[in-house]
Structures are given as C-alpha cells and as structure tokens.
C-alpha cells in the first residue's frame, strides 16, 4: 500500500512538474514561438517514461530539447498555424455560402478537415518517436492515422475526457492540462508504433 502510495505520488509530480515547465517554456519562447518546442520537449519527456526509461533529469531532458528542437520545432508549428488559417477561412466561406453546390461539398469537405486534424494529432508523437525528414513525419503521420481508426478514436475520446474532468476542478488544469493529454496523445500512438513495427518485422520475415 506504501509503495503504491509513493508510486502515485512519484507520477503525480512528475505530470505537475513538467505540465509547469511546458507553460513557462511556451512564455519564454514568447507563447507564438515557444508552443511548438515546449510541447515537443514535454513529448518527449512523457515518451522515455512509457517506454521505461525514469532516469532522465526532467529539467535538464526539457531545457535541452529545447533547445535543440526550437528552430525545426517552429518550422512544423508554421504548417500548423497555415492548416488552421485555412480551415478557418473554409468554415467562414462555408458559413457565408449556403445551399445548392456547397451544400453538395460540405461533407467531403468536413470529412476532409477531419482526417486532417487528426493527423495533426500524430505529427508530434512521431516527430518525437522517428528520425525523420521534415515531409517524412507528415507521410508518417497521415499514415498510421489513415490504418489505426481505432487509436485515432480512443486518442480522441481519451483526451476529451480528461479534459472535461479537468474543467470541472479549474485548477488541475494549470498542474495537468497539458502532462495528462499529452501522455495519453503519446501512449495511444506510442502502440500505434509498435504494431506498426511489428507488421513490418513479420512482412520481413515472409519475405
């Protein structure tokens, strides 16, 4: 009963501890430029501890990706600030036009939208997970979002409802808000990874 105690308590300070360094990592970029880096130093601080690894001093792990990641970091939270200017431009015009064609086209379109948020969802994680080209993390991540309908459900609902608990008690939201989603956002696609692996090792093997 001790042990698991401490072990909760151990994990509930982690979550607090790095959810602080995030915000104030995102003030000190300015908030525009420091979103991006901020959230990729938190992912992949959360991704050594899923896949075991508790050792990492927390504030030295942070500070230096940090630091590295800040400049390519930003170059994909430019693609994100883009996708969602244009989204937000494609909800106006569909809310000035309505009727006849654009009727016809709103569903494809929203669809679309869809599919696009949440290989948004994926870009991060695998930013994080994978060494690879700056386009090769979009292809990626577009990919196991497009064959994992079920992680990208769970992913969702998951963090959606965390966040409501988290609503209705305001002030976790400052110590969790982001620790907490971004754990399960990291888990979710954390396996999503490993089954994909494990597909390639066993088509290896066939081949």
């Given at each position: 009963m001790?042990?698991?105690?401490f072990a909760?308590?151990?994990?509930?300070?982690?979550?607090?501890?790095?959810?602080?360094?995030?915000?104030?990592?995102?003030l000190?970029?300015?908030?525009?430029?420091?979103?991006?880096p901020?959230?990729?130093?938190m992912?992949?601080l959360?991704?050594?501890?899923?896949?075991?690894?508790?050792?990492?001093?927390?504030?030295?792990?942070?500070?230096n990706?940090?630091?590295?990641?800040?400049?390519?970091?930003?170059?994909?939270?430019l693609v994100f600030?883009?996708i969602s200017?244009?989204?937000?431009?494609?909800l106006?015009?569909?809310?000035?036009?309505?009727?006849?064609?654009?009727?016809i086209?709103k569903?494809?379109?929203?669809?679309f939208?869809?599919?696009?948020?949440i290989?948004l969802?994926?870009v991060?994680?695998?930013?994080?997970?994978?060494?690879?080209?700056?386009?090769?993390?979009?292809?990626?991540?577009?990919?196991?979002?497009l064959?994992h309908?079920l992680h990208?459900?769970?992913m969702v609902?998951?963090?959606?409802?965390v966040?409501y608990?988290m609503?209705?008690?305001?002030?976790?939201?400052?110590?969790?808000?982001g620790?907490?989603?971004?754990?399960?956002?990291?888990?979710?696609?954390?396996?999503?990874?490993?089954?994909?692996?494990?597909k390639?090792?066993?088509?290896?093997?066939?081949?």
């Open positions: 001790r042990n698991s105690l909760a308590t151990e994990w509930i300070t982690r979550f607090a501890y790095v959810n602080i360094l995030w915000m104030a990592f995102i000190v970029g300015l908030i525009i430029f420091g979103i991006f901020a959230t990729v130093a992912f992949t959360i991704r050594q501890w899923i896949m075991g690894n508790m050792e990492s001093p927390v504030f030295k792990t942070f500070w990706t940090y630091k590295k990641e800040f400049l390519r970091s930003n170059l994909f939270g600030y883009l200017l244009l989204f937000y431009i494609n106006q015009f569909m809310e000035i036009n309505q009727g006849g064609f654009y009727d086209v569903i494809p379109l929203y669809i939208m869809l599919a696009i948020s290989t969802i994926y991060i994680p695998t930013y994080v997970h994978f060494e690879l080209r700056f386009i090769d993390v979009w292809k990626n991540a577009f990919l196991v979002m064959i309908p990208n459900i769970s609902i998951g963090s959606a409802a966040l608990v609503w209705m008690f305001p002030g976790s939201l400052f110590f969790f808000g620790s907490l989603v971004g754990y399960i956002m990291m888990g979710t696609c954390y396996h999503a990874f490993k089954r994909v692996a494990a390639k090792e066993k088509l290896a093997e066939n081949n």
